[in-house]
């Protein structure tokens, strides 16, 4: 158990809807990242969070794509008007910086099924 | 953009032989963390590696990072079953987020 719980574990939604999915980091860890998986690649990264303060935001992600960390807690990743192609693991990681090393700490994921 | 990408893509070994899995960035790297992902898993933190030519040793793994600083190696040696999964390197640049390569699989036989 990594500590890192998101959820729902599997989202099955259909084209055009909208979805939102949660994640609750390491209570003291700073920040939090979204990334997604599919099958055969690596995770890619989505955004990420230091505290409530969103950072950075991947190129590849379209504006149907936002993310939120109130408070510097939990975080939610919204997707709206979902397409066929956003179908994936969506993993969250969190980290706090321990003597210049980030351990990321991944929950275990919403698989995202769009039909 | 900064590319990471990893060899072999997939590796069988029978149970006992060694097995290495290079990565390779397009970038000079600030530092490079390796993770572990079982299957049906999530990734799993190994190590990080930061300095230039470092080596670093877990009971059977073996961490290198290129004088460079580009390139990386995983090597694992007399392989056990519960070695099965995939290898993830993922490389940061100063000031950016880490990039993760595709992986290398790993399978190993009894």
């Known amino acids: 158990d990594t500590g890192v719980s998101q959820d729902p574990r599997h989202k099955i939604t259909k084209r055009g809807q909208n979805v939102t999915f949660r994640c609750d980091p390491i209570s003291e860890h700073n920040r939090l990242y979204w990334y997604r998986q599919t099958l055969g690649q690596g995770p890619e990264f989505l955004t990420y969070?230091?505290?409530?303060?969103?950072?950075?935001k991947s190129r590849l992600l379209s504006d149907r794509f936002s993310a939120e960390r109130p408070k510097g807690s939990f975080s939610t990743l919204e997707i709206q008007r979902t397409e066929q192609g956003d179908s994936a693991m969506y993993l969250c990681?969190?980290?706090?910086?321990?003597?210049?090393?980030?351990?990321?700490?991944f929950g275990p994921g919403t698989r995202l099924t769009v039909t | 953009g900064q590319q990471v990408m990893q060899i072999p893509q997939y590796q069988h070994v029978q149970e006992g032989e060694d097995f290495t899995t290079y990565c390779n960035s397009s970038?000079?790297?600030?530092?490079i963390q390796w993770y572990k992902q079982r299957p049906g898993g999530h990734p799993v933190f190994l190590i990080q590696l930061v300095k230039s030519g470092e080596v670093k040793k877990q009971k059977r793994l073996t961490f290198q990072f290129g004088e460079a600083k580009k390139n990386s190696s995983l090597h694992i040696t007399a392989t056990q079953t519960t070695d099965v999964g995939t290898y993830f390197c993922?490389?940061?640049?100063?000031?950016?987020?880490?990039?993760f390569g595709p992986g290398t699989r790993l399978s190993v036989l009894p």
């Open positions: 969070f230091q505290n409530e303060a969103q950072l950075e």
């Open positions: 993922a490389g940061r640049r100063f000031g950016q987020n880490f990039v």
């Open positions: 970038t000079t790297l600030s530092n």
């Open positions: 990681a969190s980290s706090l910086e321990r003597r210049g090393i980030y351990e990321q700490y």
